[in-house]
């Protein structure tokens, strides 16, 4: 097995309006391409053994702009949560909806009109990461490291499976924009090493040794949102 280091991609002109981007063609604005660019000092000089990148335009970007001169793998797997008919429209106002409260206390059981359950997105998911982590452990042995960029949704889903959590307990995570999250697969068990991280990651090598407004300040950010300090 390898360790996977999940890219979120970085802030969108939807995040920046409060909307959901969904699987829109949205794009990085200046905040995000900023945010991207500095991801490119944090991984300089990991031995990355493969990238991969959800479809969509936005993850696109940021590997472009995080890993200069690197063409990504596509895997649909990766790519956003489709949430139908709520795309595109101010969260302020999908916090109105009778279905908002089911997506924070019991996502489990939410299939967006016209879109996808969150089920069938964290299944394709984590499928997705685990076959790529399998592939490359197999090719580059369990020293391995490999990027994965995604969303705020897909990334907590793939997180809560890492931790055994239940989905109905994935709003508890956060992933904001331009954020590493850092899982190491081995036979037995996943290790979430860490989680939303912007600092070093020099440290991730493994040695052969060994933002938005919410409706209520309880709920998720449903899409990931903008992040803090933005």
């Not at 956003?80 to 999908?94: A, K, T």
């Not at 090493?193 to 040695?207: A, F, K, M, Q």
Request: charge should be negative; aromatic fraction near 4%.
């Amino acid at each position: 097995m390898a360790t996977v280091l999940l890219l979120r991609h970085g802030r969108t002109t939807a995040n920046a309006t409060g909307e959901l981007a969904g699987r829109r063609p949205v794009e990085l604005d200046e905040t995000g391409r900023a945010q991207a660019a500095r991801v490119a000092a944090r991984l300089r000089g990991l031995p990355l053994a493969a990238v991969v990148s959800s479809p969509l335009i936005r993850c696109r970007q940021t590997v472009e702009l995080a890993l200069p001169g690197v063409t990504p793998v596509i895997d649909e797997g990766l790519t956003e949560c489709g949430y139908g008919d709520w795309e595109g429209r101010p969260l302020r106002e999908l916090a109105k909806e009778p279905l908002w409260p089911v997506v924070q206390q019991h996502p489990s059981a939410v299939t967006f009109p016209a879109g996808e359950s969150m089920a069938a997105m964290s299944a394709r998911a984590v499928a997705a990461v685990r076959a790529w982590d399998e592939r490359v452990g197999a090719e580059h042995g369990p020293e391995a490291v490999w990027l994965a960029c995604s969303h705020g949704d897909v990334i907590k889903a793939i997180v809560a499976d890492a931790m055994g959590l239940h989905l109905d307990q994935f709003q508890r995570i956060v992933a904001d924009p331009a954020s590493v999250t850092v899982i190491r697969y081995t036979p037995v068990r996943p290790f979430l090493v860490r989680v939303n991280d912007t600092g070093e990651l020099d440290s991730l090598v493994p040695r052969r040794s060994d933002g938005q407004e919410q409706a209520d300040r309880s709920d998720a950010a449903v899409g990931g949102g903008a992040g803090a300090g933005v």
